[in-house]
């Protein structure tokens, strides 16, 4: 069975441009997890969807991130216009329920310059 | 406020040897714990958690941690350290709902030497 799988693994982009990031989760996994690691510093939650419905965004650091799960399937995480400081990397994870183990996928590292 | 704290940014222990990496929360409640690791090129994997009962927690590739409500803290634990456990492990926090909105420390990396 294929795990969470993340495109792209590598991101560059130039300040003010955007970019698209894409998570897919494990089949039938309801529950779909957005987190973001900054260069030295902890993982963070961005946010969690159910199904394709936001449960809590409270994570979400500014309305340049705009996070979407149509159709309840994959999801993508779209950052527009991109700063410096949205450098990371970006974990997408998934779980069955929404306390059930969640299984996360490699990341995105997004470099912005 | 929730907060994890690894206070090891960097552990390098030999190969057989014991390990045991800290972890220290803040949780306005009782605590659902988690440790996970990263190997380089992989996502992030649960090693063990702890949610009620037995404090002391049995985890995946022979770790362990134990819970100590009086002192805040979630260590984690291996008796002999092989060289594929080099990664760099995470703590966690979440709350009683279990649900995976978590609070990650900043995590410790492991180097193991031969």
């Known amino acids: 069975e294929a795990g969470v799988t993340q495109f792209p693994s590598h991101s560059v982009i130039e300040k003010g441009q955007t970019v698209t990031l894409r998570c897919d989760p494990i089949?039938?996994?309801?529950?779909l997890y957005w987190y973001r690691r900054v260069m030295g510093k902890e993982i963070k939650f961005l946010l969690h969807?159910?199904?394709?419905?936001?449960?809590?965004e409270s994570g979400m650091p500014n309305n340049r991130f705009l996070a979407e799960r149509t159709g309840g399937t994959y999801s993508t995480l779209k950052v527009q216009p991109a700063e410096l400081e949205d450098s990371g990397v970006y974990f997408c994870?998934?779980?069955?329920?929404?306390?059930?183990?969640?299984?996360f996928g490699q990341g995105t590292r997004l470099t912005v310059v | 406020a929730q907060s994890v704290t690894q206070p090891d940014i960097h552990i390098t222990v030999s190969e057989g040897a014991s390990l045991e990496l800290r972890c220290n929360y803040s949780?306005?409640?009782?605590?659902?714990l988690f440790w996970y690791v990263q190997s380089p090129g992989q996502g992030l994997q649960l090693l063990l958690k702890?949610?009620?009962?037995?404090?002391l927690v049995q985890g995946i590739k022979g770790f362990e941690a134990e819970f100590k409500r009086s002192q805040s803290s979630f260590n984690l634990r291996k008796p002999s350290v092989h060289w594929s456990d080099a990664a760099e492990y995470f703590c966690?926090?979440?709350?009683?709902?279990?649900?995976?909105?978590?609070?990650f420390g900043t995590g410790t990396r492991l180097t193991v030497i031969p």
């Open positions: 966690a926090v979440g709350d009683q709902t279990g649900a995976n909105n978590l609070f």
């Open positions: 089949s039938g996994h309801d529950n």
């Open positions: 949780y306005g409640a009782t605590p659902y």
């Open positions: 702890y949610f009620s009962g037995d404090t």
């Open positions: 969807f159910v199904k394709e419905s936001k449960q809590d």
């Open positions: 994870a998934s779980s069955q329920t929404a306390g059930s183990e969640a299984f």
